[in-house]
């Protein structure tokens, strides 16, 4: 495979090196392009294919061109239309949003303070519930007091009657009752 290879990068260098032979004789040592002779027909080439490539691009690719930029054209404003239709969904969903936070706040809001007066309702009602109870007790402890005091008051007048009793008998000799005293003691309290 090699040598094939390397025989026919022989015969291209041969062919090369053979042209170049033949036109050695007609080269004037310039560029082709600058050569006034053959200056006419590249004009006349140059014209003809700029033509047959304006044909191509306008009939072809500017066609295709300004489709494509048509269809960007197109998509874009239907993106813009769709991003302007969500926005105004989201500034709606947002003012919605806001409203029932601020309902939600406010009822909230009542919610407490109607809980917290009833609470106060309730705390005020259990406050005299249990004032009324304490003052009861009050009252019962105030009467047993005074029945107390009632009974020790006449518990004193019996212990003080046979106290003097006993005082007047030891100081006079004789024995007095007690019955006697009481009396003697209601007398002198007329």
């Not at 239907?78 to 302007?84: I, T, V």
């Amino acid at each position: 495979m090699f040598s094939v290879i390397t025989a026919a990068a022989q015969a291209v260098t041969e062919a090369v090196a053979g042209a170049a032979v033949e036109a050695a004789p007609h080269a004037s040592g310039g560029l082709p392009q600058l050569n006034t002779h053959d200056f006419s027909p590249q004009l006349i080439w140059l014209a003809v294919m700029f033509t047959l490539l304006y044909v191509i691009l306008s009939r072809v690719a500017l066609p295709a061109v300004g489709e494509v930029l048509a269809e960007r054209r197109e998509r874009i404003g239907r993106d813009l239309a769709a991003a302007a239709k969500l926005k105004s969904q989201t500034d709606k969903a947002l003012s919605d949003y806001e409203k029932a936070l601020a309902d939600a706040r406010s009822k909230a809001s009542a919610i407490a303070k109607e809980k917290r007066q009833s609470l106060a309702d309730e705390t005020e009602a259990e406050r005299l519930k249990v004032e009324a109870q304490l003052n009861a007790k009050l009252h019962e402890a105030e009467a047993r007091i005074a029945a107390t005091k009632a009974k020790a008051l006449l518990s004193v007048n019996d212990i003080a009657a046979e106290t003097a009793s006993a005082v007047v008998g030891r100081l006079i000799g004789q024995d007095v009752s007690v019955a006697d005293v009481k009396a003697a003691l209601a007398a002198a309290g007329k």
